[in-house]
């Protein structure tokens, strides 16, 4: 049985003190299992931080991610974005990796009005280009691309999966909710989710369905996608047939509640998670 670890997309809304290593000991009380560092405006962790970040983490058994920030697309016409992008990316992935965090993950690219195959080929040069990096200072944190909530981002599952087919140490980061946003309302039954996880282990091999990077969250959404997060109780989000879908296919790695209701809507997911695996 894979483990999957159930937590935060960053620190809980009950941590008394607003630091990553306060919100790690609160998940750590609350018997969840993973936190995601949210750079997604800036990153201001420095070395020192991070370091005692790694400690607390792991003397409490909590796993880290990291989201990079949203101002990232590989595809910019700006050559000077294209830079600073990767840069942003890179940036998380080194402070992510000093503070132990095993993956990181980022929205890479839109569209605009490229032909997607176009935007694929210069999304992966990049990608490529980054990992080149990280390979070369010895940082093995996982790259990974996610699938996003609108139809004018880069990032539907076969573009991310192919992406992790064509360059080693490139992984995908599955958003359900955002999957179910951009489709105006599809991937949102058991069929659907076992669908997403046949592509991923049939492209990718078990082991990226063993260990896999996911985001959840209620969601609202239209023609144009993702609108906003709700709780999970209060939008149509099928979450308990996903946790099934996860449990039948030995899905284990990090699953990121981020909806509003952050901490309870993980304690949620966790009990579901439970009482579905009891059952079996
Ligand atoms: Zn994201």
């Not at 105006?184 to 076992?194: L, W």
Request: aromatic residues 6%; charged residues 25%; negative net charge.
């Amino acid at each position: 049985m894979s483990k999957l670890r159930i937590g935060t997309a960053g620190i809980p809304a009950s941590t008394s003190l607003r630091s990553s290593q306060a919100g790690i000991q609160r998940l750590a009380e609350l018997g969840l299992g993973c936190m995601e560092l949210e750079f997604v405006r800036s990153i201001q962790m420095k070395e020192p931080t991070a370091l005692d970040v790694k400690k607390v983490a792991e003397g409490t058994d909590i796993e880290l991610t990291v989201h990079a920030p949203y101002y990232v697309n590989l595809n910019s016409k700006e050559p000077e974005k294209v830079t600073a992008s990767k840069e942003r990316i890179l940036k998380a992935a080194r402070i992510g990796r000093v503070a132990g965090a095993n993956s990181v993950t980022f929205h890479a690219s839109f569209y605009h009005d490229d032909d997607h195959n176009i935007v694929y080929e210069r999304t992966k040069k990049q990608l490529i280009e980054i990992r080149t990096i990280l390979n070369d200072e010895g940082n093995t944190i996982d790259l990974r691309p996610e699938t996003t909530g609108s139809p004018t981002q880069f990032g539907t599952v076969s573009e991310i999966v192919q992406l992790g087919v064509e360059i080693p140490g490139v992984y995908p980061c599955v958003d359900f909710s955002h999957l179910h946003a951009r489709s105006n309302g599809a991937f949102n039954t058991y069929e659907e989710f076992c669908q997403v996880l046949t592509q991923i282990q049939e492209n990718l091999g078990k082991s990226a369905i063993q260990r896999l990077h996911m985001h959840v969250s209620g969601i609202d959404y239209g023609v144009k996608g993702e609108k906003k997060h709700l709780p999970l109780q209060e939008s149509d989000m099928a979450y308990e047939a996903l946790l099934q879908a996860l449990i039948d296919f030995n899905v284990g790695g990090w699953l990121i509640c981020e909806s509003p209701e952050l901490e309870n809507d993980a304690l949620l997911l966790q009990r579901a998670y439970q009482r579905l695996l009891e059952k079996e």
